[in-house]
């Protein structure tokens, strides 16, 4: 994500990172005796560099059986520095590779004249290694271009529809996230070595944070998105 220093430009912060992401299988209990099954997690991402906490992350997915609204799946989730959301969805499995969307940086609205350099960090200069800058999910295609996947469950929520996101009363001032959806794909690879298969996990998130007035309406703000994309292997 582009964001503005202190002097007003738009800088691209980019770094690379550690993320290791712990689940733990659990059941919550509901009305009477149900119990939902419940995976925990846990998140935390560390600069690869100097080995400096960058984000921590927990929550909640279960599985909502025979609800009226007609999403299966929830994710709850806790940022302690900013904010929590419910976003709700459902899965699917399929035989084979993923279908990866393209997914834009764009922001939606014309910003004003302050931020028109925003778009120079992303057209002036080469992508970063292992990044592409315009569309971050073509980065996670190319990850699994020369692979094998024998199946892929695809899980997607969203809190556009139903629920939403709450932010930390201090942060709204400036910036609001407003919109939240994520995709997650998980892969069964083979090896083609030894013809043995593991799991790999890839995700897409696009976090919607509302800042900076927009030209042709002052008393609304632009919509940037603000994405982070992963491949991960099962240890």
Known sequence: MAVPNQKGQFILLTSPYTETLTVTIDKTSGRGEN?????????RINNSIDGTLMHVENGTWMLLPNTPSGFSIARQ???????????????????GSPIIPAISTNPSGQ???TAYDYFDVYEGVSNPP?????????????????????????IHVSTIDKDGADNISFITKNSKSIKFDATFWIETVEDPTTGKTFQQLQYSQNN??????????PKKRIEWPNVNINTLTKQ
Do not use: C, W
């Open 208 to 217: 919607i944070i509302e800042f900076l007035p927009l030209s042709t309406d």
């Open 35 to 43: 119990k939902n099954p419940t995976l925990n997690y846990s998140l």
């Open 111 to 113: 910003p004003p004249k």
């Open 130 to 154: 292992g990044l592409n800058k315009k569309n971050p999910n073509a980065t996670l295609a190319e990850a699994i271009a020369e692979q094998k996947i024998i199946q892929t469950i695809t």
């Open 77 to 95: 989730t806790s940022m302690p520095h900013r904010e929590s959301f419910i976003a709700l969805g459902s899965s699917t499995v399929n035989q």
